[in-house]
Structures are given as structure tokens and as C-alpha cells.
């Protein structure tokens, strides 16, 4: 089952939406391999602190996020990857790594790579390592409101 704030506002906006169950699996590649999903439609959340507030950088699961052109992208000063021990607490029922893209549901801006902003549908982790949900696009830009933009290379 989807993490429940998650599934809760999917429900509640009226959202189609498929949840897909896998064998336990941490890594972005290890997920699109379990549920034979490309890695590169695979949504995968990064958290990043941007001038020390903590933002949601979404991206496909074959890029990684580059913090320079981040940081560039949104005319901050500082872009760095956040430690675990800062947002831990802000996703008490998701598992550590497998926080569903909805920064908006956790009090956090979005910023989506443009990469990602060309599939049709976005699948993504649903809050475990066992689940994932998959969904348009354009319904989860609806939702998110997200502010596209290029930050995401190659791994």
C-alpha cells in the first residue's frame, strides 16, 4: 500500500494511478530492472538543501543530480545534497530512499528535470522499497506543480 498521505491525495483528487509491487530493492536501477521499467522513465526523489532550505530534485532513475547546474538553474548560491539525518523526520511513514515525489505534501518545493517532464507517465517509489505507483504526467505536474528545469547528467 502507497504511503498514506500519498495515497490519500491521489484518491481525493481523483488521480488514476496503477501501484505495482516488487521484490525489496534500494537503488533506482535495481528497481527498473525488478519491475522491467526503463531507468530512465523511472522517477527517482533526491532531497537537496538550496540555500539551506530543504527542496525536492526529481529526476530520472539513470541521472544523477548535478548541484552546480542546479544551482544555476534556480539562482541560488548553494546547492548541496541533504544528509539523511535532516529529512528524515519530514517522511515519518516512508521508507528512508523511497519518498515519493510529492514534496508538496511534505512542505517542500519541487524541481523536476526536464528529462523526466518528456515521458507520458511517471512511475516512482510509493514510500517502501516493495511498491511503486505510476501515473500521467500531466496529472502529477497538476498536482505538484513542480518548476521544470535541467539538472540531471548521466550517472
Known amino acids: 500500500m502507497p504511503a498514506q498521505r500519498l495515497q490519500a491525495f491521489l484518491d481525493e483528487n481523483q488521480v488514476k494511478y496503477v501501484v505495482i509491487s516488487h521484490?525489496?530493492?534500494f537503488t533506482a536501477q535495481e528497481v527498473a530492472a525488478a519491475t522491467h521499467i526503463p531507468g530512465k522513465e523511472l522517477a527517482k526523489s533526491v532531497i537537496v538543501e538550496i540555500d539551506g532550505e530543504m527542496a525536492m530534485a526529481v529526476l530520472p532513475g539513470s541521472q544523477r543530480v548535478d548541484v552546480h547546474m542546479l544551482r544555476d538553474a534556480v539562482g541560488a548560491r548553494e546547492v548541496t545534497?541533504?544528509?539523511e539525518s535532516g529529512f528524515r523526520d519530514r517522511?515519518?511513514?516512508c521508507d528512508l530512499g523511497a519518498m515519493?515525489?510529492?514534496?508538496?505534501?511534505?512542505?517542500?518545493?519541487?524541481?523536476v528535470a526536464d528529462s523526466?517532464?518528456?515521458d507520458e507517465e511517471i512511475a516512482f517509489n510509493a514510500g517502501s522499497h516493495t511498491e511503486l505507483v505510476k501515473l500521467?504526467?500531466?496529472d502529477f505536474e497538476r498536482l505538484v506543480q513542480p518548476r521544470t528545469m535541467h539538472f540531471g547528467v548521466g550517472v
Open 23 to 25: 521484490s525489496r530493492a
Open 136 to 138: 500521467s504526467y500531466r
Open 81 to 83: 545534497l541533504a544528509r
Open 91 to 93: 517522511f515519518p511513514e
Open 100 to 111: 515519493p515525489p510529492f514534496g508538496n505534501l511534505y512542505g517542500m518545493p519541487v524541481y
Open 116 to 118: 523526466l517532464a518528456e
